[in-house]
């Protein structure tokens, strides 16, 4: 089963940058798709990004733009500029096999415990 550690969250002000890291442990491969998610309260857990390797990435359209995927074989990273109070939220990240687009299902066996995003008005 592959475990996952989200970091790097925390309180910034709106227009500011935060870096998120997350280290996946257990069985995954080079051609597994990892992606980000986030949950807010109140609100369902929402894709944001994913990527497979190198320039083959996914962004939803809420982060287009403003946030960008990459990873280091079983590390993926989520860089947030221009951050807004809307993007408060818990961040999430989980891996699968299977094409980019598989990844803005939100539905996997289990979580991390995710790392608090802030962003104050």
């Known amino acids: 089963q592959i475990q996952f550690v989200e970091s790097g969250g925390g309180l910034v002000q709106t227009g500011g940058s935060l870096r998120l890291s997350c280290a996946a442990s257990g069985v995954i491969f080079s051609f597994y798709a990892m992606g980000w998610y986030r949950q807010a309260p109140g609100k369902q857990r929402e894709f944001l990004a994913a990527i497979v390797s190198g320039a083959n990435t996914k962004y939803a359209d809420t982060v287009k733009g403003r946030f960008t995927i990459s990873r280091d074989k079983n590390t993926v990273y989520l860089q947030m500029n221009s951050l807004k109070p809307e993007d408060t939220a818990v961040y999430y990240c989980?891996?699968?096999?299977?094409?980019?687009?598989?990844?803005?299902?939100?539905?996997?066996?289990?979580w991390g415990l995710g790392t608090q995003v802030t962003v104050s008005s």
């Open positions: 989980n891996a699968r096999p299977g094409t980019l687009g598989t990844m803005t299902n939100p539905i996997f066996d289990s």
